[in-house]
């Protein structure tokens, strides 16, 4: 099957361009729906068959690449259209696959009736297309073919309703955001080529790796290599400081927040700092920065999200914190602890947002989770679904969540040290809060919309999604059991990816030594943190709101300030959006341009257009004028002629 | 040396059908479309003959017709391609047909005259482009100008008449210091060879033995008429005024070949012609270049007028050619060409889907748009496929170019700084400001204008225009190999040029012209 594996780039593109070329003709959503879903399903199907294939290899031939074309072959350039085979691909084409066709089968119901359903489709399709480019890519060139693809996708689909309205503004305006808050990240990305392009030679990824390893390169030249890459993954990953694009891409339907804005894109820049983890393993001030870009970003936006009451919106700055969770793993070396959170957070906050979807369905597009409330006795599957996922994110044992959060927890108080594991713990700890603020506000106590609402359960195409992904929530974590449990080599995803990584670790100092003991406390007290968290919110909500509203009343200025997210967005447009519109327009194209450098352009005419008014005086017609100063001229001539000799 | 008149033939469809449209009666308007479209595409499809007929491991000038022409002089009628010039020569013959269909509604009025200034252009674009004799080439170069002037000035907008006159003096002044750079050639050349000469080939061996102090004056001469034509950063104002005030098919055209005879006029003649000074002045143009990056996108970011906004977009897009150019790589190199030819589709396509809106409404304003998506799908669908290929999106052509020059430049040992690259590179942002914005403003929303109801979508005639385009578009994209190939021996030769010019003595000139000897300097 590895060999087959371009299949998976391919198909989704034939589907996007089946739906896309003939959505309008073909009209039957159900045919349309297929299509679209059939050929991820192949796909996932397709990338299953090569996993199990990889797994019975040895370690050493567990790498294959695919070369379909060359692309670009210049100089020492020589890059092509080849799809890398190897276990972490393959991890992300599981997820990409299988989470992206629970979420095309749950679109079959989500769009039904809209009238650009064809469109949708195709533009899913797309995405996965590109996604499957970034993930399978054999080099960063092919790789950034998928980063900027996904980009695109995810401008088309926030702005699949293009008329409408997003709160100040509209769809359109939060598609075009994200596309150039995710522009600057590529900027950054590409510079990080240019330089390993410079420095290695290649742009391909099994020659620059181990030239890494074998060149005699300077760890400055490493660290710059290194923060433009995590540049770019600022962008794509929404952290600190490109995070401003992801709240605001909820304006696109559901389903492509679930599957683009949580489960899949966003974690390519996570997966693009594992896939280069020998770099930024040489690189360990960057790898520091890394981290604590990582684990700022999660705990603000976890602040952020806890006063916020659009159900999406706070399932955005949720998932802006756990990218920042991954984060903080790459940045503690612990890069396949990072890429084990991408899964389950895969599981579990695809399936928040498709339960969201559910809700938001049920309640005629109604967002505020205020106008919510009792909604469990009328969605019975979404809510014990939705339950199930909250438990998981909030680190509940033995969900999946738990397992790789953990492990991210430990990693960084082992290799960080106390200051990462309290950002860690109290982001943690905040989102159990909100994300059981959000539950309870939703599902539990009583309702708070009006008459007009009638909400009811969406139908069986939106709901096995929603139980498949619950499941996977449940179990997902059981394939990465710490070795503490499981003996020595007993977690088995850490096992899988390990051959991947061991260059970085050996280049990475070994962990300092710590007992079982501190590992068991510190999972003890996380535990203890989420149980509380959970209870507290359970009471303020559900017993005595009164206490959330005091609190909110007593500390308005933090609370306005959570509000408005930190007046980020505002901070930006002063100082960067506006000033660079405004010296544009009123400097360089009405002055610079029109006055100046025009000016001069057409002031020399204007001066010759004088001087030639006024020499042409001289042309009288006068036979006698001309008589005179040809006299004139000959006088001069001659004493010129006396007074030279 | 053998003789091959393929490319004289594919220069004389078009002049010959010119003179030909003036003997027909002008009342038969239909009939002068239909002729001026068949010989147009009849010159594309010897091109393409010329094509499969290079030979692209060859970096030598190829299909060679020398005929002697001012006897007294020297100076012959001298024509041949290699890579990079069969590239231009093949978007120009490809574009021509798809603007004359596209302006087959626009263009009511004196259709017979615009059709023969329209021939004439290809026939002035086609000799610059294969032109080895410099006194040829200026002819050409000048040559050009006239149709170009009559189709602005007469076809154009309210302001034809100031932006014709600008255009035309604009370039034609700096031409003429170009003029006075080749007579000096010439004469210099009678030093080394024994006789006055302006045959390319043999000033490549003599040009660059020219001392400095008067190589850089050489240099200037040329690369001042060269930049204006590009526009090269800040010689670029002519550039708005022509292209908004030109009908469609001229802006397309400007835009598409025009512009482009300035980055080819650096890459044929400045680097290979001085190479020292060219290194020298390296750092400044590609200055320059960055300059006009930011800046065309900065200016195109805040216009209010699609076509103006397009044209500033060339100017940052010409910008990318020129540091490409400059920075002196192979990749880079190989960067500027491909951009050149991609610079002409997507661009291209821009200025003809404006003029298929502006056909419909008669406004350019982009406020008086929005929500045309539910309106015109198809035509919203080829804007945005355009503006993702100017944007540089990888899988369509423009990426291609941009990362090869931005690649290029920023290992370029001429440069030697990474801060050419950055700051080019932070245009790729503001292209996609500028763009995404503008096709925001025009095409989503709701529809907010009375007097865009009942607009009518893309006919089959504008579609026809614009699919064999995007059809390059996403073959540059995905195989670039296919056009990088035809120019890639032709890049590597201008490079080795630089770093090692070729000087050669007259008797070994004389005797053998392959023996070149080459001097490390």
């Not at chain 1, 660290?223 to 401003?244: C, D, E, M, W």
């Not at chain 1, 602040?303 to 159900?311: E, F, M």
């Not at chain 1, 070396?333 to 049920?362: E, N, R």
């Not at chain 1, 000016?599 to 005086?617: L, Y």
Request: charged fraction near 10%.
């Amino acid at each position: 099957m590895r060999e087959l594996i371009y299949l998976t780039v391919v198909l989704p593109l034939v589907g996007f361009l089946i739906n896309g070329i003939f959505g309008t003709k073909i009209k039957n959503e159900k045919l349309i729906g297929a299509i679209g879903s059939g050929v991820i399903g192949i796909s996932f199907l397709i990338a299953l068959g090569a996993f199990f294939e990889t797994l019975g290899l040895p370690v050493d031939q567990r790498q294959k690449i695919v070369t379909l074309f060359s692309w670009l072959t210049v100089g020492n350039l020589n890059v092509s259209f080849a799809y890398q085979v190897d276990q972490l691909s393959l991890v992300m084409a599981l997820i990409v696959t299988g989470v992206g066709f629970l979420i095309h089968v749950y679109s079959i119901g989500y769009m039904h009736g809209d009238k650009s359903f064809w469109r949708f489709f195709a533009y899913l399709n797309l995405f996965i297309f590109a996604m499957m480019n970034l993930i399978l890519a054999d080099n960063f060139v092919l790789l950034f073919l998928g980063w900027e693809g996904v980009g695109l996708c995810s401008y088309l689909l926030i702005g699949f309703w293009y008329d409408r309205k997003f709160e100040k503004s509209t769809t359109s305006d939060a598609a075009k955001k994200a596309f150039v808050v995710n522009r600057i990240g590529d900027f950054g990305f590409l510079l990080g080529m240019f330089l390993i392009y410079m420095t290695f030679g290649s742009l391909n990824f099994n020659e620059v790796f181990s030239r890494a390893v074998s060149f005699d390169v300077s760890t400055a030249t490493f660290g710059f290599i290194a923060i433009f890459l995590f540049i770019g993954a600022t962008g794509k990953s929404a952290q600190i400081p490109l995070f401003v694009w992801l709240p605001d891409a909820m304006a696109g339907p559901t389903p492509v927040s679930a599957l683009i804005h949580a489960a899949t894109m966003v974690t390519a820049g996570v997966y693009m700092v594992a896939r280069t983890s020998i770099i930024f393993a040489s690189a360990p001030d960057i790898l520091m920065v890394v981290a604590i870009i990582g684990a700022l970003t999660a705990f603000f936006a976890a602040t952020i999200g806890i006063v916020q009451n659009d159900i999406k919106k706070v399932l955005a700055y949720s998932t802006v914190s756990q990218l920042g969770y991954m984060f903080l793993a790459m940045g503690m070396g612990a890069f396949s602890a990072g890429i084990f959170h991408v899964m389950t957070h895969a599981f579990f906050k695809a399936l928040l947002f498709l339960g969201a979807g559910s809700v938001i369905h049920a309640m005629h597009h109604e967002q505020d989770i205020q106008r919510y409330g009792g909604l469990k006795k009328y969605m019975p599957r979404t809510y014990l679904t939705f339950l199930i996922a909250a438990l998981a994110i909030s680190g509940f044992p033995p969900l999946s969540g738990f397992f790789s959060k953990d492990e991210i927890l430990w990693q960084a108080y082992a290799n960080g040290g106390l200051f990462f594991w309290i950002l860690g713990a109290g982001t943690a700890m905040m989102t159990a809060f909100y994300m059981f603020r959000l539950y309870i506000l939703t599902f539990e106590g009583t309702p708070r919309f009006g008459h007009d609402k009638h909400p009811h359960e969406s139908p069986a195409v939106m709901t096995l999604p929603l139980i498949v992904l619950a499941v996977l929530a449940v179990i997902g974590g059981l394939i990465g059991i710490p070795e503490i449990f499981s003996g020595e080599h007993g977690n088995q995803f850490h096992n899988f990816l390990a051959p991947l990584f061991k260059d970085a670790d050996r280049k990475l100092a070994s962990f300092n030594a710590h007992s079982h003991f501190e590992e068991i406390l510190l999972m003890v007290l996380s535990v203890v943190f989420a149980v509380a968290a959970i209870m507290f919110a359970r009471y303020v909500y559900l017993k005595k709101i009164s206490i959330a509203n005091n609190t909110a009343q007593k500390f308005k200025g933090l609370y306005n300030l959570l509000w408005n997210k930190y007046f980020v967005d505002e901070a930006y447009d002063t100082a960067v959006v506006n000033p660079i519109l405004q010296t544009s327009r009123s400097f360089l194209w009405k002055i610079a341009d029109n006055k100046i450098i025009d000016g001069v352009v057409n002031g020399s005419a204007n001066i010759i257009d004088v001087i030639s008014i006024n020499i042409r005086k001289l042309q009288t017609g006068v036979a006698q004028f001309y008589a005179l100063v040809m006299v004139l001229g000959i006088v001069a001539a001659f004493f010129w002629i006396i007074l030279s000799l | 040396m053998e003789q091959n008149s393929l490319l004289t033939y594919l220069i004389l469809i078009p002049l010959i059908g010119s003179i030909l449209i003036l003997f027909i009666k002008k009342e038969q308007v239909n009939f002068i479309k239909y002729f001026a479209v068949g010989l147009s595409t009849f010159a594309f499809l010897l091109s393409l003959v010329i094509y499969f007929q290079f030979d692209s491991a060859n970096s030598d000038f190829q299909f060679i017709n020398k005929i002697e022409w001012i006897k007294g002089l020297n100076i012959h009628y001298h024509v041949g391609v290699d890579g990079m010039s069969l590239l231009l020569v093949l978007l120009t013959t490809f574009l021509t047909p798809l603007t004359l269909i596209s302006s087959w509604s626009s263009i009511k009025n004196k259709v017979k005259e615009f059709t023969f200034f329209f021939l004439m252009l290809e026939v002035g674009m086609l000799g610059v482009f294969i032109s080895l004799d410099l006194f040829l080439f200026y002819i050409f170069w000048e040559a050009m100008l006239i149709p170009m002037y009559f189709i602005i000035g007469i076809w154009g907008g309210k302001e034809r008449v100031y932006a014709a006159i600008k255009f035309f003096i604009y370039t034609m002044f700096g031409s003429l210091l170009m003029l006075v750079a080749i007579v000096w050639l010439a004469v210099y050349a009678i030093g080394p060879l024994g006789y006055f000469t302006t045959n390319l080939i043999e000033l490549y061996s003599v040009a660059p033995q020219i001392p400095m102090n008067i190589q850089i004056w050489m240099f200037l001469a040329f690369a001042f008429s060269f930049a204006i034509k590009v526009p090269l950063f800040p010689l670029h104002t002519w550039l708005p005024d022509a292209h908004v005030q030109a009908p469609t098919a001229g802006s397309v055209i400007l835009a598409g070949v025009l512009l482009k005879m300035g980055t080819y006029g650096l890459l044929r003649f400045n680097l290979p012609l001085f190479p020292e000074a060219s290194i020298i002045a390296a750092p400044y143009i590609s200055v320059l270049a960055v300059i006009g990056i930011i800046y065309g996108a900065l200016v195109a970011m805040v216009q209010t007028d699609v076509k103006k906004l397009v044209a500033y977009s060339s100017v940052s897009h010409l910008g990318f050619v020129v540091l490409g150019i400059f920075a002196m790589t192979q990749e880079s190199i190989q960067g500027a060409v491909i951009q050149m030819i991609n610079h002409g589709l997507s661009t291209g396509a821009l200025f003809l889907l404006v003029g298929v809106i502006y056909e419909r409404t008669h406004t350019r304003e982009i406020a008086d748009y929005g929500g045309i998506a539910k309106l015109v799908p198809v035509f919203s669908f080829a804007l945005m496929f355009a503006s993702l290929s100017s944007v540089g999106l990888p899988g369509l052509n423009g990426f291609v170019g941009e990362f090869l020059i931005l690649l290029g430049s920023f290992q370029s040992p001429i440069l030697n700084s990474w801060w050419f690259t950055v700051f080019a590179a932070s245009g790729v942002i503001f292209a996609a400001v500028y763009l995404l914005w503008m096709y925001q403003r025009v095409v989503f929303g709701e529809v907010k204008n009375p007097k865009l109801d009942g607009l009518k979508d893309m006919n089959a005639r504008e579609i026809f225009v614009l699919a064999p385009i995007f059809i390059f578009i996403v073959w540059i994209g995905i195989y670039p190999t296919t056009f990088l190939k035809v120019s890639d021996k032709s890049t590597a030769k201008v490079v080795k040029q630089i770093y090692h010019p070729v000087k050669v003595s007259p008797v070994e000139l004389g005797l053998n012209q392959s023996s070149k000897q080459e001097v490390k300097r």
